[in-house]
């Protein structure tokens, strides 16, 4: 079962302005990380934000986490084409012998030139 | 990719014939995962390793095993190659464990005709 799920799915926007995505999940969590895949690409790591941290930042992303909703959002500030990419949550979760990441489905991000 | 190598990239193989993908990783990490990536899924987690010869399974592991005999190896076999195997996998590495941030290879190409 998929911890995270984010939304919208597909997210289309013009280069220069702010891209936002969501992603809520179910259960209590350590951390919650974010993901970007390019195409035909492996997942390459963006941030990482604690259960007890409510906003991060990177460059220009900046992520908040909202553990009383379950929710966090990514946010990626003027728009790049190079932004262009699929977009994952992931929460960990104590499974067996190790703690493991469960992955949503992902938002599509295209931004245009 | 981090020093994550994935063989091979791409193969296509006949339903019932036995398969295996290799992820060899130069990074001395301890923890090794296997994903498979389908539409509308995200990554969902196959098998993982915590150590030389200690592995556990994930969420879709049926149909799957795997093996680690090395640190820098972790090998997954599909003993009886289904249509339902037909996905793209990726391995991914993790130095502190699957709660923190892990590191992608560029992943594997699987069509079970």
């Known amino acids: 079962s998929q911890q995270g799920e984010e939304d919208p799915q597909a997210l289309s926007i013009q280069e220069g302005e702010n891209a936002t995505m969501n992603c809520s999940y179910k259960?209590?969590?350590?951390?919650l990380q974010w993901y970007r895949q390019n195409s035909g690409r492996g997942l390459v790591h963006l941030i990482l934000?604690?259960?007890?941290?409510r906003e991060k930042h990177s460059g220009r992303l900046r992520v908040t986490l909202d553990t009383s909703k379950k929710s966090s959002s990514l946010l990626i500030t003027a728009s790049r084409a190079a932004d262009t990419a699929s977009y994952f949550c992931?929460?960990?979760?104590?499974?067996?012998?190790?703690?493991?990441?469960?992955f949503g489905s992902g938002t599509q991000l295209t931004v245009l030139p | 990719d981090a020093g994550i190598t994935q063989s091979p990239r791409h193969k296509v193989t006949e339903t019932g014939t036995p398969v295996t993908l290799r992820c060899h990783q130069t990074?001395?990490?301890?923890?090794m995962y296997w994903y498979r990536q389908d539409p509308g899924h995200g990554l969902r987690l196959i098998h993982y390793?915590?150590?030389?010869?200690?592995?556990d399974k994930g969420e879709v592991s049926d149909g799957y095993s795997v093996s680690r005999s090395k640190t820098e190896d972790f090998l997954l076999t599909l003993e009886s190659a289904t249509s339902s195997q037909t996905s793209v996998y990726f391995c991914?590495?993790?130095?502190?464990?699957?709660?923190?941030?892990?590191?992608f290879g560029p992943g594997t190409r699987l069509t079970v005709t």
């Open positions: 991914a590495i993790s130095l502190t464990g699957g709660g923190y941030e892990q590191y």
């Open positions: 259960t209590s969590i350590n951390n």
């Open positions: 934000i604690r259960s007890n941290e």
């Open positions: 992931a929460t960990d979760a104590t499974s067996g012998s190790a703690r493991q990441l469960t």
């Open positions: 990074e001395n990490h301890r923890y």
């Open positions: 390793s915590y150590g030389v010869k200690d592995t």
